[in-house]
């Protein structure tokens, strides 16, 4: 596609549920990532994939949190047991890959209540 | 470790006024990414530049100029003659090859009428 495409927008869970959120890159790129940003705060770095293969998780907060890309091209970050300290809008960004730019997508804005 | 200072929380100003947003850096690499987003209320990261660690030449875009000096690991960014769209929070962030983006807290710009 012509961006990054993220689905759903916005998402209200219950706490304790389970939720995954989608992100398409743009074709091509190898290199996906995916934030997360708190009120009032700057995107936080969560896991880098290149190709199928996660390159660098250090920004997971914990083990509910797990994300994949079997193809890859689309991405979907799986989070368990939510809670509502996850509140926030994910990111995602791709890229071809160093020295190249990233492009995020429009985000979704995860509710737990 | 990487780290993206904007000291500038908020500023307002009045339509036509230059405005300079301040970005300070910490990095021990020598080869890294510097870049400005501008995310307005729809919530979309909109890529502005992007830097390299090796072209400290002073770039110009329309009424967007930006002043990266690696003495300071500063990379300031100035709106000339600003406009009631350019209000928005804007991202300062850094990244080394193609890994993450670290960002910081963003400043948000208000350009009143």
């Known amino acids: 596609g012509a961006g990054v495409s993220q689905t759903p927008s916005n998402k209200v869970t219950e706490k304790g549920k389970y939720v995954e959120l989608r992100c398409d890159p743009i074709?091509?790129?190898?290199?996906l990532y995916w934030y997360r940003q708190s009120l009032g705060q700057g995107p936080e770095f969560l896991i880098y994939?290149?190709?199928?293969?996660?390159?660098?998780d250090s920004g997971l907060p914990n083990d509910r949190f797990f994300a994949v890309r079997p193809e890859g091209s689309v991405s979907t970050l799986k989070i368990q047991r939510t809670e509502r300290g996850d509140s926030a809008v994910y990111l995602c960004?791709?890229?071809?890959?160093?020295?190249?730019?990233?492009?995020f997508g429009s985000g979704t804005w995860l509710t737990v209540v | 470790a990487q780290k993206v200072t904007q000291a500038q929380t908020e500023i307002s100003v009045v339509e036509k006024e230059d405005v300079t947003l301040d970005c300070v850096y910490e990095?021990?690499?020598?080869?890294?990414?510097l870049f400005w987003y501008k995310q307005p209320p729809s919530g979309e990261l909109v890529f502005l530049i992007r830097?390299?660690?090796?072209?400290?030449q002073n770039e110009i875009s329309g009424r967007y100029s930006w002043n990266f000096q690696k003495s300071t690991s500063s990379f300031n960014f100035t709106i000339t003659a600003s406009q009631v769209v350019d209000s928005a929070v804007y991202f300062c962030?850094?990244?080394?090859?193609?890994?993450?983006?670290?960002f910081g807290q963003g400043t948000r710009l208000t350009i009143n009428p």
């Open positions: 960004a791709s890229s071809l890959g160093q020295g190249h730019g990233y492009t």
């Open positions: 074709s091509g790129h190898t290199a």
């Open positions: 994939f290149q190709g199928t293969g996660a390159a660098d």
């Open positions: 990095t021990r690499d020598t080869t890294y990414y």
């Open positions: 830097r390299n660690s090796f072209d400290e």
């Open positions: 962030a850094l990244s080394e090859g193609a890994q993450k983006l670290v």
